[in-house]
């Protein structure tokens, strides 16, 4: 007479390094076989809805940084964008560039980060080392221009923080190079790896009918062979001008999503090139002589009293310190007084810049849109990424909702580990790049 066998309960995380201390997988063994997943979340929760409600509409933005914090960038325009569409206001031209163009440099950060964080998972640390040096070359870009590398909100309701640095184009370039550098040296050594080949392809299928039926696309979706993407199927701001490919996969396993997101960086880098060369606008930091000067500079000439030539003379002000200057601000701010920031300049200078300051700000005063709402989709780099925003016609948000491309991969996560071994678990896990700042508003 044979023993019955007896299945085991374990519990993988969330003290468990690649839970990141926020998920814990309730899992039933058969051996080393993963019988049945349960997914808990709620480890990390970020209040993020319902501070909204408590806060201006401008208030709003630093929260969206902690959403998806390895692409920030892309939460803060999303939102925006939601609160744009609500207003009925129309961003600048150039605005429309500035945010595409830091958008892809933050989905390449993120794309980075997860092929980095789960081929480690693998053993693979040579490509982790050459992944996150690429990512540094971004983040150095992303600093320039925001000031700041992982919590920027350098979006703004109608427009953007600042506008870019002066010598953005050559070190951008600089920046795209290294990195493709880095991508390729991460393309030899794992795409024809027979280790990393054998732990990744077959292992986590996610079929295209359960990625609909969970409503998961992205990276994700797209790997199984939906070929969805918010800049192709819904264009905004200026995506329905841009050059580039969807990549898709076929079989919707660990591989393909690793191959998806490798090329995915690579259009990213297209994109990047195509703003950069048609963006619009020109140097605005100089003389009428073409004279650029620093800001100490100018300041440092006023002390001494050598005032002469310098009316017209517009210094060269890092935007991240300087505020958004009055050559600045009309190019990356829409002209609407009731939604943007008057420059530094007007709110110093004159009494109506003043008041329209103090009209935006102030508790009780600030951006009212009428009642109404309003949904605005952009494509995450996880997915679709959706803000629903409701107002009741006050300075302050009646509902802010977020459709977090996370949370529906967490919900399908299930059907990606049963059937295969406990030591896939981490692998597949680390493919679904799971941001835990989404999960639990």
Not at 44 to 63: G, I, M, T
Not at 315 to 333: A, D, I, Q, W
Request: with cysteine.
């Amino acid at each position: 007479m044979t023993a019955a066998v007896k299945n085991m309960l374990l519990n993988i995380g969330p003290s468990h390094p690649a839970m990141h201390g926020v998920i814990r997988l309730i899992t039933e063994l058969e051996g080393e076989t993963v019988v049945k997943v349960e997914a808990e979340i709620g480890y990390l929760h970020r209040a993020f809805e319902k501070k909204c409600e408590d806060s201006s509409w401008n208030q709003c933005v630093p929260y969206t940084d902690r959403l998806n914090y390895v692409s920030p960038l892309i939460n803060n325009f999303g939102y925006c964008g939601a609160v744009e569409k609500l207003l009925g206001i129309e961003i600048t031209e150039r605005c429309k560039y500035i945010r595409v163009l830091m958008s892809e440099i933050s989905r390449i950060t993120d794309h980075l980060t997860c092929i980095a964080a789960s081929a480690m998972e693998l053993g693979a640390m040579t490509a982790f080392l050459y992944l996150m040096k690429a990512r540094e070359y971004l983040y150095d870009i992303i600093e320039d221009v925001t000031g700041a590398r992982l919590t920027v909100s350098y979006g703004r309701i109608g427009g953007v923080k600042a506008d870019l640095p002066q010598d953005i184009r050559e070190k951008l370039e600089q920046a795209l190079v290294q990195c493709e550098k880095e991508i390729y040296e991460v393309d030899k050594l794992l795409t024809r790896n027979r280790i990393f080949v054998d732990r990744t392809r077959g292992v986590g299928v996610l079929t295209k009918e359960t990625a609909v039926s969970y409503a998961i696309n992205g990276p994700l979706g797209r790997s199984a062979g939906i070929n969805y993407d918010v800049r192709k199927s819904f264009p905004y701001w200026i995506y329905d001008r841009m050059d580039f490919d969807v990549p898709l996969g076929e079989k919707g396993d660990n591989y393909d999503r690793y191959l998806v997101r490798m090329e995915e960086m690579r259009q990213s880098i297209r994109i990047i090139r195509q703003a950069m060369k048609g963006i619009p606008g020109g140097a605005v930091n100089v003389d009428s002589a073409g004279k650029i000067m620093q800001s100490m500079e100018l300041v440092d000439e006023a002390k001494m009293g050598h005032t002469a030539g310098l009316v017209d003379v517009i210094s060269m002000v890092e935007p991240t310190l300087g505020g958004s200057e009055r050559p600045f601000h009309r190019r990356v701010m829409s002209g609407d007084k009731s939604v943007s920031l008057p420059n530094k300049g007007d709110t110093y200078g004159n009494i109506e810049g003043l008041m329209n300051h103090f009209k935006i700000v102030m508790h009780h005063h600030g951006i009212r849109p009428g009642n109404g709402d309003a949904y605005f989709p952009v494509e995450g780099a996880n997915g679709e990424l959706g803000f629903y925003v409701v107002s009741d016609g006050k300075d302050r948000p009646y509902r802010v909702r977020v459709r977090p491309p996370c949370f529906f991969a967490m919900a399908g996560l299930h059907t990606m580990l049963e059937g295969y071994m406990v030591a896939d678990i981490v692998a597949t896990f680390g493919s679904i790049n799971m941001i835990a700042g989404e999960l639990d508003r």
